[in-house]
Nanobody, 123 residues
């Protein structure tokens, strides 16, 4: 089992940047696919980005060119760099992990979850 601890959420003005971190303990993180999801008030949890064990990444269309997911296996940590933030990016952001091969964009495919720090983007 792996435990995920997130950090880096907060309040930022539109156009600003934040970096979220997702630190893992309990297992070798390099063996896991890691996804980022977000959930705004009153909305369903939605896929944001994912990074494979190989380092290959994918993004939902609304964040392409603005968000970057990366990983440091030495630090057992995955990052989500968010640039050019918009008010519609406001949500709780969750990292999630699974050993399932190519889990895709469904939250149901992920087994372990972080606590979901709030990101608020003011206009």
């Amino acid at each position: 089992q792996v435990q995920l601890v997130e950090s880096g959420g907060g309040l930022v003005q539109a156009g600003g940047s934040l970096r979220l971190s997702c630190a893992a303990s309990g297992r070798t993180f390099s063996n896991y696919y890691v996804g980022w999801f977000r959930q705004a008030p009153g909305k369903e949890r939605e896929f944001v980005a994912t990074i494979a064990r190989s380092g290959i990444t994918s993004y939902t269309d609304s964040v392409k060119g603005r968000f970057t997911v990366s990983r440091s296996n030495a630090k057992n940590t995955v990052y989500l760099q968010m640039n050019s933030l918009k008010p519609e990016d406001t949500a709780d952001y969750y990292c999630a992990a699974t050993t399932t091969y190519s889990p895709g964009t469904s939250p149901n495919a992920y087994d372990y979850w972080g606590q979901g720090p709030l990101v608020t983007v003011s206009s």
